[in-house]
């Protein structure tokens, strides 16, 4: 647009004088007014030159959706899925996957490059015969995504039957944002008039991004900038055996969750008019197995695990859109819930802009999600208020305690398996710390670790606990030790 300087309303500019000496002040001929900006408008998402040209069919006899770059995440899970259909593009990019070279992160599709372990025994420690190094990790190959440009494709239209379409892949105007990017769009074409197709396209999309395949765990994450679950990582899922609780805590907790699962136990909800959802706080001393169990717990249940992070971008707001966005077959995961609130119900800005009353709403209220289970984790449960620990709003409370000398033979078991001998001496060697609350199953764990790396007999690790440093782990002075 273009501006003049404002006037006072019902005035008329003054006369400008010509420059002609000897003259009196006449009014010049006014030099025509440059041409108004248009405003940038358009009926269509795409350009009306191109699209004769590029599309196989009579684009007047066709129907066209368009998907723009701010409605994540159909945007990329709609160029994901199209990208898998379209063999033969010219235009493309060269998609290495997400976080390709990083140990433990992989892309959404990368599930033959995860590392196979399972030809590997616990405890069993590497062969002499075995090589001291692994390989690294070759670079693969590459998937090609789409580029800029008109890609055709084929769509069913749900009755056994192929239409033609084509994918149009755009950027528009310049650079602009924190972060300078371009705006995008795609733009779905189909022969005729019918919608369904397209419809069934962002269906069929967004199914295959939000899979979760067999033992794997998809890691999600909320994105409080962008407002949309991004998809990090899918990982391999861990056994639930691995995980050694007191049978007293571990079997009740199962036994609610298969009952919840069970196609009766929803229906039972919906006659009674109750949001199907439940919610478990797992709270007890740091390094009990609460996250670990929670992993476990997500790749048996074949469960998206949905991290919330807390920051100062969560408002109301963005906490129920993220609540009534979820990924298909959510867990949700709210750690550390006591640091959110003071004793006074108040906000720590620090940690988040969540009000109490807004954080209680999307757990049971009107903004509560459907077919979600939420795991809440505390450190400290008697600093929350009584509110958030009521019947109702939570609905199971799961201590986390200290292994006793049992849980640490059993735990001593899924590392060395078969010796039940020195699992009993293990049990016995480490019952007296355990009894003073010393030894969490985080640093048991840290001990089987260092077993494996000395490649340690289960007799020798058995003798070797009762001398461990768990609160220094190995010392340098130990590790310089153990190649002398």
């Keep these: 647009f273009f501006f003049s300087a404002p006037r006072r309303r019902g005035t008329r500019p003054e006369p400008r004088a010509c420059r002609n000496s000897g003259m009196a002040a006449e009014p010049c001929a006014r030099a025509p007014a440059p041409a108004r900006a248009e405003l940038l408008r358009s009926s269509a998402p795409f350009s009306a030159e191109d699209a004769p040209r590029d599309l196989p069919f009579d684009v007047r006899d066709a129907t066209y959706l368009e998907v723009t770059c701010g409605e994540e995440p159909l945007y990329s899970y709609v160029l994901r899925h199209v990208s898998r259909i379209v063999k033969d593009a010219r235009s493309i990019r060269a998609d290495m996957g997400r976080d390709s070279l990083s140990r433990g992160m992989y892309s959404p599709d990368d599930d033959d490059d995860i590392f196979d372990i399972k030809g590997f025994g616990k405890g069993k420690g590497f062969s002499s015969s075995s090589s001291s190094k692994r390989k690294r990790p070759e670079v693969k190959m590459p998937s090609a995504g789409l580029g800029l440009g008109w890609h055709p494709f084929e769509l069913s239209d749900g009755k056994d039957a192929k239409v033609p379409a084509v994918l149009l892949v755009q950027r528009l105007g310049k650079p602009a944002g924190n972060g300078p990017s371009m705006y ?23 199914e295959a991004a939000t899979k979760v395949k067999e033992n794997r765990v998809s890691l999600w994450r909320y994105d409080t900038k962008m407002n949309f679950w991004a998809h990090n990582a899918r990982r391999l899922a861990r056994s639930l055996d691995s995980i050694v609780l007191e049978e007293g805590i571990k079997k009740p907790l199962l036994d609610d969750i298969e009952w919840f699962i069970k196609d009766e136990t929803r229906a039972f909800y919906a006659k009674h008019g109750i949001p199907y959802h439940r919610c478990y706080l797992f709270h007890g001393d740091p390094g009990t197995g ?33 609540m009534s966005r979820l990924p298909s077959t959510a867990m949700v995961v709210l750690e550390d819930i006591d640091a959110l609130f003071t004793n006074h119900r108040e906000v720590d800005h620090s940690t988040s802009s969540l009000s109490f009353s807004g954080f209680l709403n999307c757990l049971d209220g009107l903004g509560a999600p459907d077919d979600v289970i939420v795991c809440m984790t505390t450190n400290h449960p008697e600093k929350l208020d009584p509110a958030v620990t009521r019947p109702g709003r939570i609905d199971m409370k799961v201590a986390f305690k200290s292994p006793s000398a049992d849980v640490a033979a059993r735990y001593f078991l899924t590392f060395f398996p078969g010796e039940s001998s020195a699992a009993a001496a293990f049990g016995r060697s480490v019952g007296g710390r355990i009894s003073e609350r010393r030894v969490s199953m985080a640093q048991l764990q840290h001990f089987f670790l260092y077993c494996h790396r000395q490649e340690v007999s289960a007799a020798r690790a058995a003798e070797l606990v009762a001398d461990f440093s768990f609160e220094d782990g190995f010392s340098s002075t130990k590790w310089a030790a153990s190649y002398s």
């Design 290 to 322: 609460k996250t670990s169990f929670m992993y476990a717990l997500a790749g048996y249940l074949q469960r998206n695990l949905c991290f919330v992070q807390m920051d100062k971008g969560m408002t109301d707001d963005t906490f129920r859109n993220a």
């Design 184 to 206: 995008g769009s795609l733009v779905a074409f189909v022969a005729g008039q019918d919608q369904q197709p397209l419809l069934r396209l962002c269906k069929e999309a967004t």
